[in-house]
């Protein structure tokens, strides 16, 4: 399903992995633009609630009329690191048997070249998920050092030019000629000796900043124990990941969920004491090439769930 060019990834595989029941109670905390939101309240029933969340105040603001006429959605605009005092101020009572998390950035964020995500159009360069708050990515640039830029150019854009990117940047910014994405694509692009293949030499440089500007990795160090305190015994945690960082700590947080309480290594423990909270649902999950013939931007998608254990 599309909406205002968005087409969720991994459809099918999402709605089978979080195994809603027909009165089930879902936590879309990444709503975007609805469409996993959509394909789950088809296997609701009238008893079923959806409370969707979102720190972009156009996806919020988009959700809201997407849903207008349908008393089984609440859209609620926060962070996901907010997960449970949100549950708390807008479903108190409520079972909670699934928690959906679908990181990274929408479509309609990269194709709307006023919010500055994408270096295929000109725009300001901002790469807010909420325009609203915090500092933009224009903002960031003026006021980092350049090691510290090349650290985040490196670690989170995996970026092996990030020492001459990160000179080119503050080069730029000292003189006053870095206000849009335009001018960092370009100036990314020169500093950049070789080129990938099928990939625009400023993608992992712009990845790394907007992650940053976000504070991506820290939001979802937040929210993954909240997602499973709020859980009900027997429900379904689902994260798609589209960033090798993020998906190793999705990876890394359930697997030792499941495994259970952290002993030595060569202390004999039994397995009733261990008390893990999850069991993994399968292996993780790619887009088969179908889905990727129509929606490229999902090659990089991996889906992990998992189920809450009493």
Do not use: Y
């Amino acid at each position: 399903m599309a909406d205002a060019g968005h087409i969720p990834v991994l459809s099918r595989e999402v709605v089978e992995a979080l195994k809603l029941p027909a009165d089930g109670f879902l936590v879309d905390a990444t709503f975007g633009r609805g469409g996993h939101a959509r394909l789950c309240l088809d296997q609701l029933g009238p008893g079923g609630r959806i409370l969707a969340i979102d720190r972009d105040p156009d996806a919020v603001d988009h959700g809201r009329r997407q849903f207008a006429d349908e008393p089984r959605v609440t859209v609620v605009q926060g962070r996901f690191s907010d997960l449970a005092r949100l549950i708390g101020e807008h479903a108190p009572s409520a079972r909670i048997d699934a928690v959906l998390l679908d990181l990274g950035v929408s479509s309609p964020q990269l194709d709307t070249a006023a919010r500055g995500f994408s270096f295929s159009a000109a725009g300001p360069l901002d790469m807010r998920m909420d325009p609203g708050s915090g500092q933009s990515a224009a903002d960031w640039l003026a006021d980092v050092d350049e090691q510290e830029l090349a650290r985040v150019i490196r670690r989170l854009g995996e970026e092996r030019f990030a020492r001459r990117i990160a000179a080119a940047i503050k080069r730029a910014a000292a003189a006053g000629e870095l206000s849009t994405t335009a001018q960092l694509a370009a100036l990314v692009s020169a500093a950049v000796p070789t080129r990938e293949r099928h990939k625009h030499p400023a993608t992992r440089t712009f990845q790394a900043i907007r992650m940053q500007v976000n504070g991506e990795l820290d939001e979802l160090a937040r929210v993954l124990p909240q997602a499973l305190d709020v859980l009900a015994v027997g429900g379904r945690l689902v994260v798609i990941s589209f960033h090798s960082l993020e998906d190793r700590m999705v990876k890394r947080f359930l697997r030792g969920e499941a495994r259970g309480d952290d002993f030595p290594p060569d202390m004999p423990v039994t397995a009733d004491r261990l008390h893990p909270r999850v069991k993994l649902a399968g292996k993780a999950v790619r887009a088969a090439a179908p889905e990727l013939d129509v929606n490229p931007r999902a090659r990089s998608a991996v889906m992990r769930a998992a189920e809450k254990v009493a």
